[in-house]
Nanobody, 122 residues
């Protein structure tokens, strides 16, 4: 089995910071792209940021200048540093990754974590 597990969510005041972590585990052969999405109550899931295996990053407009995505390939972990948080950032944050594993005959599959709640108070 391959799993992604997020951590680091919680309650923070507006203007504060949080760092989310997402660790992949299981029979991992390699990981290509990784990213973060979020979903607020009553809204569709939306992209936040992505990062390639080589470290190239992309951000949605609302995340630029405030959020930073990074990864540690040795630990199969992706991070999301969130600064200057706003109440509208309140959402469940999900990590995802394209992973090739022995259990899936080394074919790349897209995996999602269970999500971690981020609540920003005004």
């Amino acid at each position: 089995q391959v799993q992604l597990v997020e951590s680091g969510g919680g309650l923070v005041a507006a203007g504060g910071s949080l760092r989310l972590s997402c660790a992949a585990s299981g029979s991992i052969f390699s990981i290509s792209g990784m990213g973060w999405h979020r979903q607020a109550p009553g809204k569709q899931r939306e992209l936040v940021a992505t990062i390639t295996s080589g470290g190239s990053t992309n951000y949605v407009d609302f995340a630029k200048g405030r959020f930073t995505i990074s990864r540690d390939n040795a630990k199969s972990t992706v991070y999301l540093q969130m600064n200057s948080l706003k109440p509208e950032d309140t959402a469940v944050y999900y990590c995802n990754a394209n992973i090739a594993s022995s259990g899936m005959s080394y074919r790349y599959q897209n995996y999602w974590g269970q999500g971690t709640q981020v609540t920003v108070s005004s």
